[in-house]
């Protein structure tokens, strides 16, 4: 059964730059035709797909963040990472990382909430 | 984009109804329509995917149907622990995956 594990700074000040690392267990990253995936929801709302990775290192991204996000790979610590510049109040969420095999989500992480404070 | 709604925003049942959500797309995606649990505090669980796939390990009483533009989550039977938001979201554009807004189901 994949795991996976969000990990990084639960407080992040405007204008820098959100870092977050995936950690998958339980499989390969590279295994299979798996894309992976970043999800944030703010409190009480619902939930935004930011972006996709696949092993080779392609990606894609909401274009409504393209300009700010950057989604790598690294497969030989079974990660992969999520960094968001720029960031501002409207940044506050939780971050899920999640598995796509063919576009549903089947494997998520606990979430990680990230705060936007100075 | 791809525009995802869902209705009701909210409901009230009770134990044993039978209970259906609708979700839908701005234009037509086929079957490439998922669905998804989330209870307070904790990550969306998929349900269903493909529009009527039952995911692994999700109970029976979880079905989903449509095609296109309008599709259907219903629970056969609520039970205690369904009570949660469910949220729709589609796949057939890959550049750009949408969820809907959600609905949540609460205890009458």
């Known amino acids: 059964q994949v795991q996976l594990q969000e990990s990084g700074p639960g407080l992040v000040k405007p204008s820098q730059t959100l870092s977050l690392t995936c950690t998958v267990s339980?499989?390969?990253?590279?295994?299979?035709?798996?894309?992976w995936s970043w999800i944030r929801q703010p409190a009480g709302k619902g939930l935004e797909w930011i972006g996709r990775?696949?092993?080779?290192?392609?990606?894609n991204y909401n274009p409504s963040l393209k300009s700010r996000v950057t989604i790598s790979v690294d497969t030989s610590k079974n990660q992969f990472s999520l960094k968001l510049s720029s960031v501002t109040a409207a940044d506050t969420a939780v971050y899920y990382c999640?598995?796509?095999?063919?576009?549903?989500?089947?494997?998520w992480g606990q979430g990680t909430l990230v705060t936007v404070s100075s | 984009d791809i525009q995802m709604t869902q209705s009701p925003s909210s409901l009230s049942a009770s134990v044993g109804d039978r209970v259906t959500i609708t979700c839908r797309a701005s234009?037509?995606?086929?079957?490439?329509l998922n669905w998804y649990q989330q209870k307070p505090g904790k990550a969306p669980k998929l349900l269903i995917y493909?529009?009527?796939s039952l995911q692994s390990g999700v109970p029976s009483r979880f079905s989903g149907s449509g095609s296109g533009t309008d599709f259907t989550l219903t629970i056969s039977s609520l039970q205690p622990e369904d009570f949660a938001t469910y949220y729709c979201q589609q796949s057939y554009s890959t550049l750009l995956f949408t969820f809907g807004p959600g609905t949540k189901v609460d205890i009458k």
């Open positions: 339980g499989g390969s990253i590279s295994s299979g035709s798996y894309y």
């Open positions: 234009q037509s995606i086929s079957s490439y």
């Open positions: 990775i696949y092993t080779s290192g392609s990606t």
């Open positions: 493909a529009a009527s």
């Open positions: 999640a598995s796509t095999h063919y576009g549903d989500f089947d494997y």
